[in-house]
Nanobody, 129 residues
Framework: QLQLAESGGGSVQTVGSLNLSCEASGVIHSRGCMAWFRQGLGKEREGLAGIDIHGLTSYADSVKGRFTISRDNTKNILYLQMNSLKPEDSAMYHC???????????????????????WGQGTLVTVSS
């Protein structure tokens, strides 16, 4: 069973940056898709970004141009570089594995339907104005 552990969250001011990491207990570059989602207090889960086995990526409109998903295949670590942060980005951030996903274009629809196979406990991001 794959285990995921996020880190890198914290408190920043508006337009600041953070780089989140997700360490996996196994190989991630050859399994389905990997993704990031967030959940703010009292809000629904929001899919943010995904990456498939070919390294192709997809992003939600709310973060496109500001966030970048990437992975280190040798270390089995998934990253989310977040720039130009806004107060509305404050949330718990989670990484996830979607085993049946074959294309980055499927990530956001899969997450919207709750089709996540594994996810971590999350790391908290707080952005103050």
């Amino acid at each position: 069973q794959l285990q995921l552990a996020e880190s890198g969250g914290g408190s920043v001011q508006t337009v600041g940056s953070l780089n989140l990491s997700c360490e996996a207990s196994g190989v991630i570059h050859s399994r389905g898709c990997m993704a990031w989602f967030r959940q703010g207090l009292g809000k629904e889960r929001e899919g943010l970004a995904g990456i498939d086995i070919h390294g192709l990526t997809s992003y939600a409109d709310s973060v496109k141009g500001r966030f970048t998903i990437s992975r280190d295949n040798t270390k089995n670590i998934l990253y989310l570089q977040m720039n130009s942060l806004k107060p509305e980005d404050s949330a718990m951030y989670h990484c996830a594995a979607i085993d049946l996903c074959v294309s980055a274009t499927q990530v956001l629809p899969f997450m919207a339907r709750g089709h996540l196979d594994t996810w971590g406990q999350g790391t908290l991001v707080t952005v103050s104005s």
